[in-house]
């Protein structure tokens, strides 16, 4: 699939003019509370010492979240026009392909389950811990799509077709810990559910629309907005396995003697009977992590030096707040542009973001952080844009 769209893009590239195509490389994760050395130990290697899961667990509130997204993809405006008439309504539209993939991550978590995590039970004895909520989201999905943009507006509609390669949710709606501190006795009480899919069986329809429009106005610096949206749909599982508990466990302190007489495979069916553990296989549909953004586009033509950008993102999860940010755009050069603002929400709380804007010619590249303090998270933007 991805070399059919490269052949085209080539073959376009060789025999017709007046096309463009952009490539966009992204990847942001980030917390609320927890610090950045414990996700980099997970995602880089190395150790996690008590001095930063000290700082996060005090830093955390009740609920939290934590997130990951990454990908990347490709937009080819080919020079091909509908075969329309000047006159009809689309006749100044044309072709244009593209072909992505995308990772999202959520995690909606208590403070007390981050501590029984990373610091055991010991310090929670005669204690109940608050485990719920609990949340995690996980797909990963390809897409390949195919639409219509307009030269003169930018804007454009694009359908594709979508290939989920994992997808995984759990949830914990009521979850409780107690350890009594006399008689070694652990109670939990557990009440959730999660999905995981098959790889590579997942298969929908998604719609990516990018609308833009300005102010009526007849100022040379007329302001323009832009409504992006983005995986706005569905795709459907044939067969996935989704697990269900619902019951009350109590472990007691045990002789050696009554553990050695149990099979583990014994132990764990018992485990699991009390806490009313069920397994089925089933087909569902799911709804795509579609993106919606509203915002404030920077006139790269402008007559003033400094202007405002802002803008606000929703992301349909759960577990991702709305993300708003805002700032000041500053022309320092003639093939130079930047912009510096502060950032909030999304996985994270308030942040510093920039960018730079960099125009040789037909080409034009991006580079923007949502995180340049890299304060509980990192954040990369990479964005590349050629006409020819």
Same mark, same amino acid.
């Given at each position: 699939?991805?070399?059919?769209?490269?052949? +085209?893009? +080539?073959?376009?590239?060789?025999?017709?003019? =007046?096309?463009?195509? &952009?490539?966009?490389?992204?990847?942001?994760?980030?917390?609320?509370?927890?610090?950045?050395?414990?996700? &980099?130990?997970?995602?880089?290697?190395?150790?996690? &010492?008590?001095?930063?899961?000290?700082?996060?667990?005090?830093?955390?509130?009740?609920?939290?979240?934590?997130?990951?997204?990454?990908?990347?993809? *490709?937009?080819?405006?080919? !020079?091909?026009?509908?075969?329309?008439?000047?006159?009809?309504?689309?006749?100044?539209?044309?072709?244009?392909?593209?072909?992505?993939?995308?990772?999202?991550?959520?995690?909606? +978590?208590?403070? #007390?389950?981050?501590?029984?995590? +990373?610091?055991?039970?010991? !310090?929670?004895? /005669?204690?109940?811990?608050?485990?719920?909520?609990?949340? $995690?989201?996980?797909?990963?999905?390809?897409?390949?799509?195919?639409?219509?943009?307009?030269?003169?507006?930018?804007?454009?509609?694009?359908?594709?077709?979508?290939? *989920?390669?994992?997808?995984?949710?759990?949830?914990?709606?009521?979850?409780?810990?107690?350890?009594? #501190?006399?008689?070694?006795?652990?109670?939990?009480?557990?009440?959730?559910?999660?999905?995981? %899919?098959?790889?590579?069986?997942?298969?929908?329809?998604?719609?990516?629309?990018?609308?833009?429009?300005?102010?009526?106005?007849?100022?040379?610096?007329?302001?323009?907005?832009?409504?992006?949206?983005?995986?706005?749909?569905?795709?459907?599982? !044939?067969?996935?396995?989704?697990?269900?508990?619902?019951?009350?466990?109590?472990?007691?302190?045990?002789?050696?003697?009554?553990?050695?007489?149990?099979?583990? &495979?014994?132990?764990?069916? =018992?485990?699991? #009977?009390?806490? %009313?553990?069920?397994?089925?296989?089933?087909?569902?549909?799911?709804?795509?992590?579609?993106?919606?953004?509203?915002?404030?586009?920077?006139?790269?033509?402008?007559?003033?030096?400094?202007?405002?950008?802002? /803008?606000? =993102?929703?992301?349909?999860?759960?577990?991702?707040? !709305?993300?708003?940010?805002?700032?000041?755009?500053?022309?320092?050069?003639?093939?130079?542009?930047?912009?510096?603002?502060?950032?909030?929400? /999304?996985?994270?709380? $308030?942040?510093? =973001?920039?960018?730079?804007?960099?125009?040789?010619?037909?080409?034009?590249?991006?580079?923007?952080?949502?995180?340049?303090?890299?304060?509980?998270?990192?954040?990369?933007?990479?964005?590349?844009?050629?006409?020819?």
């Amino acid at each position: 699939m991805y070399r059919i769209f490269f052949i +085209f893009l +080539f073959v376009g590239n060789v025999l017709l003019g =007046q096309q463009s195509i &952009d490539l966009q490389l992204m990847g942001h994760y980030n917390s609320t509370g927890i610090v950045r050395q414990i996700p &980099d130990a997970f995602f880089y290697g190395g150790t996690i &010492d008590s001095a930063a899961i000290d700082k996060s667990y005090e830093s955390l509130k009740q609920r939290n979240n934590f997130g990951l997204l990454m990908g990347g993809y *490709v937009i080819w405006k080919s !020079p091909w026009k509908l075969p329309l008439a000047k006159d009809k309504l689309l006749a100044e539209y044309q072709w244009t392909f593209s072909i992505g993939a995308q990772q999202y991550t959520g995690l909606h +978590f208590s403070k #007390d389950a981050f501590g029984l995590l +990373f610091k055991g039970g010991l !310090p929670y004895l /005669g204690d109940t811990l608050q485990l719920n909520p609990l949340l $995690l989201e996980s797909t990963s999905f390809s897409k390949v799509g195919i639409g219509l943009s307009n030269p003169s507006t930018a804007s454009s509609i694009l359908l594709n077709f979508v290939q *989920v390669q994992n997808h995984f949710a759990a949830r914990l709606n009521q979850a409780t810990w107690f350890q009594d #501190d006399q008689t070694a006795q652990i109670s939990l009480d557990l009440d959730g559910t999660s999905n995981l %899919g098959s790889p590579s069986l997942g298969f929908g329809l998604a719609l990516d629309i990018d609308y833009r429009f300005g102010t009526d106005t007849e100022e040379v610096d007329e302001q323009e907005f832009q409504l992006l949206v983005q995986n706005l749909g569905a795709a459907y599982i !044939p067969s996935h396995q989704s697990y269900a508990l619902n019951g009350t466990m109590q472990l007691s302190a045990m002789p050696i003697s009554w553990w050695q007489n149990k099979k583990l &495979d014994e132990l764990g069916q =018992q485990i699991l #009977d009390s806490l %009313g553990f069920e397994k089925k296989v089933q087909s569902s549909w799911i709804l795509m992590p579609a993106s919606i953004l509203l915002a404030k586009r920077i006139n790269e033509e402008p007559i003033k030096k400094i202007q405002a950008y802002y /803008g606000a =993102q929703m992301l349909l999860r759960q577990s991702y707040t !709305p993300f708003v940010y805002a700032g000041a755009h500053i022309k320092a050069k003639q093939f130079w542009q930047t912009g510096v603002g502060l950032a909030y929400g /999304g996985f994270g709380g $308030l942040r510093a =973001q920039a960018y730079s804007i960099l125009k040789f010619n037909n080409k034009q590249l991006i580079l923007r952080s949502d995180n340049i303090t890299l304060h509980n998270g990192a954040s990369l933007l990479i964005q590349f844009r050629c006409e020819f």
